[in-house]
């Protein structure tokens, strides 16, 4: 089964973000999958195809992570798009937040030690809002300029998930394997 670790949002925080996708949907003519509102979280760490036996083990992990961690503030105050405008393939609304890199960092050294791959660590938090299909349409700086205000949102995050991911073809679902919430003070 394909899964990954995220931060999960709240339907308050989706339904902003929905928003700010939908604006951007209506500025542009950008050929693209755009996320759905139920979909949007944070990505921590993508793994790919796992053995479903595996789950036991990652709960253990994410208990360890959160036994050590206070929630925090992670603020999604900006709007872009991967690698660049000019060549975007993903839009997205993120932020930084050192907790967020800790976080990251906590869950990497942990996968390490069961034996998934070095990935690289994201340092920006971000909810994908879509993956563009082919260029960039060129009113898209201009869209993600204008929008930038309404992306001064915050989530607190004080849990992690772990997602299963089922492709299908109007879209992926998702379905949590277990939800672990930080403990620390």
Same mark, same amino acid.
């Given at each position: 089964? *394909? /899964?990954? +670790?995220?931060? #999960? @949002?709240?339907?308050?925080i $989706?339904?902003?973000?929905?928003?700010? =996708?939908?604006s !951007?949907?209506?500025?542009?003519?950008?050929h693209?999958?755009?996320?759905?509102?139920?979909?949007?979280?944070?990505?921590?760490?993508?793994?790919?195809?796992?053995?479903?036996?595996?789950?036991?083990?990652?709960?253990?992990?994410?208990?360890?992570?959160?036994?050590? *961690? /206070?929630? +925090?503030?992670? #603020? @999604?105050?900006?709007?872009? $798009?991967?690698?660049?405008?000019?060549? =975007?393939?993903? !839009?997205?609304?993120?932020?930084?937040?050192?907790?967020?890199?800790?976080?990251?960092?906590?869950?990497?050294?942990?996968?390490?030690?069961?034996?998934?791959?070095?990935?690289?660590?994201s340092?920006?938090?971000?909810?994908?809002?879509?993956?563009?299909?082919?260029?960039?349409?060129?009113?898209?700086?201009?869209?993600?300029?204008?929008?930038?205000?309404?992306?001064?949102?915050?989530?607190?995050?004080?849990?992690?998930?772990?997602m299963?991911?089922?492709?299908?073809?109007?879209?992926?679902?998702?379905?949590?394997?277990?939800?672990?919430?930080?403990?620390?003070?």
């Amino acid at each position: 089964m *394909r /899964a990954f +670790f995220c931060i #999960p @949002l709240g339907p308050e925080i $989706a339904a902003a973000i929905g928003r700010i =996708a939908a604006s !951007l949907r209506r500025a542009t003519a950008v050929h693209a999958r755009w996320v759905r509102t139920e979909n949007y979280h944070v990505t921590l760490r993508f793994l790919g195809e796992i053995d479903p036996l595996l789950t036991v083990d990652l709960e253990q992990a994410a208990r360890r992570i959160c036994a050590k *961690r /206070a929630p +925090f503030g992670l #603020p @999604l105050d900006r709007i872009g $798009a991967f690698p660049s405008i000019e060549r =975007a393939r993903v !839009l997205w609304v993120g932020g930084d937040a050192p907790e967020f890199l800790g976080l990251t960092s906590s869950l990497h050294r942990e996968l390490d030690r069961l034996g998934f791959p070095a990935e690289r660590k994201s340092d920006l938090a971000h909810v994908t809002l879509a993956r563009i299909k082919d260029r960039p349409d060129r009113r898209l700086a201009e869209a993600l300029f204008e929008n930038r205000a309404d992306a001064g949102l915050a989530v607190v995050a004080d849990r992690i998930a772990l997602m299963q991911s089922e492709l299908t073809p109007s879209g992926a679902v998702y379905t949590p394997l277990f939800v672990t919430r930080f403990k620390g003070r």
